[in-house]
């Protein structure tokens, strides 16, 4: 993995990263069934044709890096489904190789008009692990040392796989980020980007201040970038300026679609109409560039119609 960070050097060449969108509803929209603790990691064994397939919809679509479907990829999740350590192991890596193919597939080396688009090993939080919910909420049975622990063997696989970067995201603890700064310190020339989950358009999902979490991180060897995932439209704008007085990082923003979904009946429903927020990653991007994003692209529910939308803006303003 490079020493430097691979997000300010695609910025030398582009105005703004755009990120891919969702992973697991394209999936779902491609005939698949997610219902399951291990949710799209389940494909990397029954599937990964089908998970090349969406990483290549956004690389063509122009996206200029891809999440892979490690999120919540863990090797007691899938012993727990019956495989062994080493299957899990490989299943990891594969997660890795599937989104690689895909780049190779659409990016050539030389090609002049758009730069060299970034695979980001997605790391989940434990929270995504215990299927429970509480990737939102934080206040876990673990504390620090306890995260280290479990985040260590997935981040080592995937710091080895060939991916540019890792993307830990939907993080709802400032704790648990700082685990992983723990285990970037350990390994010199590690590059991360930490985005956390918010409730709001100032704190992250267990009520730490967002502004908090980044002039923690600020210094931190490893970190990339800072940012919120998987969080409503209407609270961008003020997270990025947040972000922005705490740090100089490149600030990403993966927010939702606009949706809401329901924990009970595990569906989406349209969101009540809502004038304080844009309706969309381009209906919102000028005034979050404006803010101090260095990258956008797309959570739940986007598609890569969304991110192609996003890359043609991009194009033209």
């Known amino acids: 993995m490079s020493q430097s960070n691979p997000i300010k050097a695609l910025l030398a060449d582009a105005p703004f990263m755009v990120i891919d969108g969702a992973l697991a509803t394209e999936l779902e929209a491609l005939g698949c069934d997610l219902n399951d603790s291990l949710w799209s990691a ?4 029954q599937a990964p044709e089908k998970i090349r397939q969406v990483h290549q919809a956004y690389f063509e679509a122009g996206a200029d890096c891809a ?3 490690s999120y919540q990829a863990t090797i007691p999740g899938f012993m727990q489904a019956g495989m062994t350590v080493e299957q899990a192991r490989e299943l990891i890596k594969r997660s890795v190789t599937l989104a690689m193919e895909a780049r190779d597939a ?10 060299r688009p970034l695979v980001a090993a997605s790391v989940g939080p434990y929270g995504a692990y215990l299927a429970d919910g509480s990737e939102y909420r934080g206040g876990y049975d673990l504390d620090r040392a306890g995260l280290v622990e479990f985040h260590r063997e997935r981040l080592e696989l995937l710091l080895a796989s060939g991916a540019d970067l890792l993307a830990v995201e939907t993080l709802p603890s400032l704790e648990e980020a700082l685990a992983i700064t723990d285990l970037l310190a350990e390994h010199p020339g590690a590059q991360a980007w930490i985005t956390f989950s918010a409730k709001d358009g100032e704190h992250i999902s267990d009520g730490t201040p967002i502004e908090a979490c980044a ?7 490893g970190v990339a970038a800072i940012g919120v995932n998987c969080t409503a439209l209407k609270h961008i704008e003020s997270l990025i300026a947040s972000i922005k007085r705490a740090c100089d990082l490149p600030v990403l923003v993966y927010p939702n679609s606009g949706e809401q979904y329901d924990p009970v009946t595990k569906t989406w429903h349209p969101a009540a109409c809502e004038h304080s927020g ?3 990653l381009v209906q919102g991007a000028e005034q979050w560039l404006a803010a101090g994003a260095s990258g956008i692209g797309g959570c739940c529910r986007t598609t890569p119609e969304d991110i192609q939308a996003l890359a043609q803006w991009r194009r033209l303003r």
Not at 42 to 45: E, H, I, K, P, V
Not at 215 to 221: I, Q, T
């Open 67 to 69: 999440i892979t479907a």
């Open 215 to 221: 002039a923690a991180l600020a210094g931190c060897p």
């Open 278 to 280: 844009p309706s969309g």
């Open 42 to 45: 389940r494909l990397l064994a």
């Open 106 to 115: 659409v990016w050539q080396p030389g090609q002049a008009d758009r730069p």
